[in-house]
């Protein structure tokens, strides 16, 4: 595929950086430790100047640093072990963090500093990203067992999972756009669930006699909670295809949203006969989960009646 094809346009400038960004990933090391990315500075010296002996161009050069008026350089600086690329053991050496690093790579005179700088950027965002996904991974696991835990059915879990998943994400966008926690949120709601559903967040938890702080989408049919995480999934989509401000807007795009939900929902009450908005509540779904684990038991009992 050509560059046009591709509609991706190749500069000079971005073709060095990815020739910088594989340099610099196959020749500074680094390590994480106490939270973040700690590169051997040495590393980056030769790197960034193509010393022929970058442990005596660091060693000097901590002197102009310090003269510049970076006085605290040497408590910046941690000894950590990085595996030698001669003999594969592990040594001692010079290391920084980020902010440090980029500090010391101003006092060298190196066209490639500013690529470096953006190549350190991107390595802290990553691994930034690959902590918060495993977090986000472990709590979800954490949550799958408490539901088992509770009797739910896995395929169930799995639309709760993935309920969760979309209504964080359009609260966040909500947040983002200027609507207001607590009783703008609940319009919003209420608005896709009146689309959707045809009827408030109240009314569809007085039909599953859910009281107090009892969740309504624990209560939830697997179809329910796939119409309701599409109508969301929708509001999220509109919200950013218009870059809708305000709650205004934002109420006019969960409207739209929840009519999209809705005209699923009755599309597929139309092909099966049969309501989607049940009374069906926590205790039902959990004995369903029993039903799976234990049937020859709930044949006896069907029996019996």
Known sequence: MSEQDSGEHVTPETTALTIFDEQANGRIRKVWFEGRWWFSVIDTVGLLTDSANPRKYWFDMKRNVRSEGFIELSERIRQLKMRSASDGKFYTTDAADRETLLRIIESIPSPKAEPFKQWLARVGAERMEEIEAAESSAAMERLRAQYRKKGYSDQWIERRIEKILVRNVVTAEWLGRGAKEGREFAQLTDTL??????????????????????NLQDSMTGLELALSSLAEETATALHRARDSQGFGALHRDTREAGEVGGAARRDIEA?????????????????ERQRQLQPHLFDDEDEAK
């Open 193 to 214: 669930s009146v689309g959707t559903f045809d009827i408030t967040t109240t009314e569809h938890r007085a039909l599953k006699n859910l009281r107090g702080a009892q």
């Open 271 to 287: 092909r099966t006969r049969q309501p989607i908005v049940s009374p069906i509540n926590y205790q039902h779904l959990r004995q």
